[in-house]
């Protein structure tokens, strides 16, 4: 069970977390952006194919990768920065923060801090973090202090979704300043394959542009 538009409820729940950003860019062209962010990698199939997937657009997203991953695959993690793409902590093995003591909790996070450039962006897997998490998290500057949450989860993660409806779900449900989750995981590949080109031709086609956290 997953919400695939964030309620208003939720957002005012934790108002520290961020779930959405300005709806269009500073300065005179006032064009409406979207923040696709990708979760879990890198991944050696679904990462080059996300990134070579936004360069065909003159897109930027945002990374937020797993600190076993960027050990395994350095140089698809190179690539990412280079590339002019966002990066972001996502703990060194994908720790589910309700089932993690907060010590532990915190520790997955410096493991992940030291395999990659200081990043000032963290989303917790699942999305779970406990309010005491947040506030161990606050105290120690030296670690990512945006959290990153989500406007609306395509739901590419469900193994019982149809590639189509995976498309539908972001489509129906982003506009101007969403931030949008996919996966450049194996558990995602297939859908991901089918929809992020769509997605991202959707909305060229409506005069989006597509951002870095």
């Known amino acids: 069970m997953y919400l695939v538009k964030t309620p208003w409820w939720l957002r005012r729940l934790y108002p520290g977390l961020e779930w959405r950003m300005p709806g269009r860019s500073?300065?005179?062209?006032?064009?409406?952006?979207?923040?696709?962010?990708?979760?879990?990698?890198?991944?050696?199939?679904?990462?080059?194919?996300?990134?070579?997937?936004?360069?065909?657009?003159?897109a930027k997203a945002s990374f937020f990768c797993i600190g076993k991953n960027v050990v395994r695959?350095?140089?698809l993690f190179a690539r990412i920065q280079a590339e002019g793409h966002s990066i972001g902590n996502h703990t060194q093995h994908h720790v589910n923060g309700w089932k993690t003591p907060e010590d532990d909790?915190?520790?997955?996070?410096?493991?992940?801090?030291?395999?990659?450039p200081a990043t000032p962006l963290f989303r917790p897997p699942y999305g779970r973090i406990s309010r005491s998490q947040i506030k161990?998290?606050?105290?120690?500057?030296?670690l990512p202090q945006r959290i990153i949450m989500w406007d609306v989860l395509s739901g590419d993660f469900d193994l019982d979704l149809s590639p189509e409806n995976c498309l539908k779900n972001v489509v129906d449900h982003a506009g101007p300043g969403s931030i949008v989750v996919f996966?450049?995981?194996?558990?995602?590949?297939?859908?991901?394959?089918?929809?992020?080109?769509?997605?991202?031709?959707?909305f060229s086609e409506k005069g989006f542009g597509f951002a870095a956290l």
């Open 26 to 58: 500073p300065g005179s062209t006032n064009v409406p952006h979207l923040y696709l962010t990708f979760d879990d990698g890198p991944h050696e199939q679904a990462t080059p194919f996300v990134l070579d997937q936004l360069a065909q657009f003159g």
């Open 136 to 142: 161990a998290l606050r105290q120690k500057p030296d």
């Open 183 to 202: 996966h450049d995981s194996t558990k995602a590949w297939e859908k991901l394959q089918f929809v992020l080109p769509r997605v991202l031709q959707h």
């Open 105 to 116: 909790y915190l520790r997955e996070i410096i493991l992940c801090q030291e395999t990659m």
């Open 73 to 75: 695959y350095p140089q």
